[in-house]
T-cell receptor
Framework: EAEVAQSPRYKITEKSQAVAFWCDPI?????LYWYRQILGQGPELLVQ????????DSQLPKDRFSAERLKGVDSTLKIQPAELGDSAMYLC???????????FGSGTRLTVV | QQQVKQSPQSLIVQKGGIPIINCAYE??????FPWYQQFPGKGPALLIA?????SEKKEGRFTISFNKSAKQFSLHIMDSQPGDSATYFC??????????FGTGTRLQVFP
């Protein structure tokens, strides 16, 4: 069964350091999403890509977060500098156009100390 | 997330029981109403979904009931099993695309 791959699975970083997460969507999925899930809450959309273009980054804290999907395949989410409040699960999802086949990866658990 | 309210926050049932989880939304433009299941350390996985043109959908032991006028939909799990113990999220959306997740319901099913 096709999966969305994410790495690393866990990341511990110190406050003010830079951190990056990687996502490889299901082959052929044009749409890629990054979500943040704070412990005990539902996921919240940070950014949505259609191929290599950003279609929605309205909830992305752009002063410290950046996301790219240069060739329209895999994607990187970066935080610089990390803050204590950034501790959360970062989930990547992908889908075909129109949202069909929406599939989440297992996420990266970030702890900022 | 304030657009979507989910209840209860947690639920404990015995094996064979029928837990019911409710979701209330505000945006009348939503046209896709899914429920997701999430196990610890995993991403959410689609469980069952409904479109607003039907009032009920059943897939195996899982049923969605949809009340458009009340802006609510619910998940029923028939003959619940310990393996159903997980966190459940409603996530209504526009065009199947931008999911707006509820706050989650933690279900525990005891043998």
């Amino acid at each position: 069964e096709a999966e969305v791959a994410q790495s690393p699975r866990y990341k511990i970083t110190e406050k003010s350091q830079a951190v990056a997460f990687w996502c490889d969507p299901i082959s052929g999925h044009a749409t890629l999403y990054w979500y943040r899930q704070i412990l005990g809450q539902g996921p919240e959309l940070l950014v949505q890509f259609q191929d290599e273009s950003v279609v929605d980054d309205s909830q992305l804290p752009k002063d410290r977060f950046s996301a790219e999907r240069l060739k329209g395949v895999d994607s990187t989410l970066k935080i610089q500098p990390a803050e204590l409040g950034d501790s959360a699960m970062y989930l990547c999802a992908s889908s075909l156009r129109g949202g069909y086949g929406y599939t989440f990866g297992s996420g990266t658990r970030l702890t900022v100390v | 997330q304030q657009q979507v309210k989910q209840s209860p926050q947690s639920l404990i049932v015995q094996k064979g029981g029928i837990p019911i989880i409710n979701c209330a939304y505000e945006n009348t433009a939503f046209d896709y109403f899914p429920w997701y299941q999430q196990f610890p350390g995993k991403g959410p996985a689609l469980l069952i979904a409904i479109r607003p043109d039907v009032s009920e959908k059943k897939e195996g032991r899982f049923t969605i009931s949809f009340n458009k006028s009340a802006k609510q939909f619910s998940l029923h799990i028939m003959d619940s099993q310990p393996g159903d113990s997980a966190t459940y999220f409603c996530a209504p959306s526009l065009d199947t695309d931008k999911l707006i997740f509820g706050t989650g319901t933690r279900l525990q099913v005891f043998p």
